[in-house]
């Protein structure tokens, strides 16, 4: 690990469909989710916003790409930004993407680099609404073998 990311650790990580500074200085968050579910593919969002909470310290260059799931094509990454992390403190940092289109079902994978360096990845899954609940159903019968 990089001397300056030694301190440096990534709490969380959200998805969400946008992200609003309010005049407190609080974070609003608009429509989280963990997983993509949709009647059709493609589909394209309109925004798609990447928060990543930090502990640590220092000032670090941060950027984000979400791979597809085979991990062969880059279908979005962000332009690097800067954030500083105050002595015990913590830093948001979000990252949004427009017009992100999703061809396939699948887990996407969203990395998150320091300093060019990869530093975390979290698995997005996408996929259509007949095989979400068809996953749903498969859950279910499992717990309730595991009950009896």
């Known amino acids: 690990m990089n001397p300056t990311t030694s301190n440096l650790s990534l709490k969380y990580t959200l998805f969400c469909e946008d992200v609003r500074v309010e005049a407190s200085g609080s974070l609003s968050l608009i429509g989280v989710f963990h997983q993509i579910v949709v009647p059709q593919l493609p589909v394209g969002l309109l925004k798609f916003a990447v928060l990543n909470h930090w502990q640590g310290e220092g000032q670090q260059m941060t950027e984000v790409r979400i791979l597809t799931p085979d991990r062969m094509q880059t279908i979005a990454v962000s332009q690097p930004s800067g954030f500083e992390v105050p002595p015990n403190g913590y830093a948001d ?16 994978i969203v990395q998150t680099l320091i300093n060019s360096s990869l ?11 007949n095989q979400a609940s068809l996953a749903n159903q498969d859950q279910s019968i499992t717990q309730s073998e595991q009950v009896n």
Request: charged fraction near 15%.
């Open 93 to 108: 940092n979000v990252t949004v993407f427009v017009n992100t289109s999703f061809y396939k079902p699948g887990d996407y």
């Open 119 to 129: 530093f975390a990845e979290r698995i997005l899954p996408v996929m259509l609404a």
